[in-house]
């Protein structure tokens, strides 16, 4: 139910493990053995005493969310931090050479773009571009409330 917001914490470089097939049993365990803070909009989940850490999400607007999040765990962006895990799987980007991923980007890309990362764990390629300051943009707009 907080796939979006998942997303976009990995964005800012936030560990955060995400699963919308486990049941609320398993992400209680799943939070106990990782020592992490479950973030739900189910209200019967958030009061459930075994768990250490729970935020009840408020908000459906993401923004709304984010700051939310942000404010209750104490964290602010932090600009190295950011476009630094995969958005997908969650594990932390590797540099890697422009070479080492030539057949995995499209050809102008290669030709235009200096730095690459990529997720150890399932391979998908990042780099900046327009891309990047959207996101960056975005984040802004999100965080700001506007």
Not at 29 to 39: G, S, T, V
Not at 78 to 84: C, E, K, T, V, Y
Not at 95 to 114: D, G, H, I, N
Request: aromatic share 6%; glycine share 6%.
């Amino acid at each position: 139910m907080l796939g979006t917001l998942a997303k976009w914490l990995r964005i800012l470089g936030y560990d955060t493990a995400y699963d919308n097939r486990i049941t609320d049993d398993e992400i209680v365990k799943r939070c106990l053995a990782e020592a992490r803070i479950a973030l739900t909009r189910d209200a019967r989940l958030a009061q459930r005493r075994v768990l250490r850490g729970s935020l009840l999400i408020e908000s459906t607007e993401l923004g709304a969310q984010l700051r939310q999040v942000l404010d209750f765990v104490g964290y602010r962006v932090d600009p190295g931090r950011l476009l630094s895990r995969c958005v997908e799987c969650n594990s932390p980007l590797v540099s890697v050479s422009p070479e080492s991923v030539k057949a995995l980007v499209p050809e102008y890309v290669f030709r235009t773009q200096p730095d690459f990362k990529q997720c150890a764990t399932c391979r998908r390629v990042y780099w900046g571009g327009t891309h990047r300051e959207h996101i960056q943009h975005k984040l802004r707009k999100l965080l700001d409330g506007k």
